[in-house]
């Protein structure tokens, strides 16, 4: 039978134990250390399938069910290259990544034909990042994600997240730290943009005995956070309440 395995969702297993005959390809590259001034990793895989579990779905507005059915040929193929700068003029790195991967499967929902999916993902971004040669540093970064569901009609999904962190010490017993983040998705209609900014301050009153905290957080004072995902059933589209902004003051003394 069913089992309940998410909310509305039941799913069933497979009859009987199964092995599923398949290879798997993989290749890297890997330049240069933690220490030094450039590196780079890259890789490449490759996963094939003759066979594989698939599964059979009914999809309801109330509820979802879905069982696994044995199906032959599958390609799953992703790449993937990071890479790592060291400028030694600005005192700073710069990190680079792209990655992309491929799924091509098979699958029936609400007692449709074998429908053949392409289902494909390209995430791309950067990060800048001083290297604590001075009172005030920061890191700034930024990633893409394109998700494409190809099932006979194509959707396509464009998400970013991006953040700048502050950081400032004038003396060894005093610093101020500051967190922005910002989450962008394309495929919400209205209201796509979500800001956040949390500012933490630390005072070593006795170092090594007594430190002060002051921690606000949630700045901007944002009340929900929607996201948006795509698969090859449709849509999904999550809200969450937040904390309001708040204020918190800590002491920590060590005996």
């Known amino acids: 039978g069913f089992i309940l395995t998410s909310y509305r969702h039941f799913g069933r297993g497979y009859a009987t134990f199964q092995l599923l005959p398949g290879s ?27 066979e594989y579990l698939s599964t059979n779905s009914l999809v309801d507005s109330n509820y979802s ?22 400028l030694k003029k600005l005192s700073s790195s710069i990190r680079l990544k792209l990655s992309y991967n491929r799924n091509e499967y098979e699958n029936i929902i609400n007692n449709s034909d074998l429908r053949s999916l392409n289902i494909e993902s390209f995430t791309y971004g950067g990060e ?23 099932s006979g009609t194509e959707s396509v999904n464009l998400d970013n997240s991006s953040f700048l962190d502050l950081i400032w010490q004038p003396s060894a017993n005093f610093n101020i730290s500051l967190k922005n983040e910002r989450y962008y998705f394309g495929s919400l209609s209205s209201d796509n943009s979500f800001y956040f900014s949390d500012l933490e301050t630390r005072y070593k009153v006795i170092p090594n005995k007594l430190t002060l905290h002051f921690l606000a957080s949630n700045i901007w004072d944002t009340d929900s956070f929607r996201n948006y995902t795509i698969n090859e059933t449709g849509f999904n589209s999550t809200n969450f309440r937040l904390l309001p902004r708040y204020f918190f003051l800590k002491a920590d003394y060590r005996f």
Request: net charge negative; proline share 0%; charged share 10%.
């Open 24 to 50: 798997y390809w993989f290749t890297g590259l890997n330049y240069g250390g933690w220490a030094d001034a450039f590196s780079l990793n890259a890789s490449f895989f490759l996963n094939s399938s003759k």
């Open 128 to 150: 800048f990042k001083s290297i604590l040669t001075s009172s005030l540093d920061f890191n700034i970064g930024t990633e893409w994600v394109r998700s494409v569901v190809n």
């Open 65 to 86: 069910l879905s069982e696994q059915i044995l199906l032959d040929g599958k390609n799953f193929v992703g790449a993937s290259v990071n890479m790592n700068q060291y």
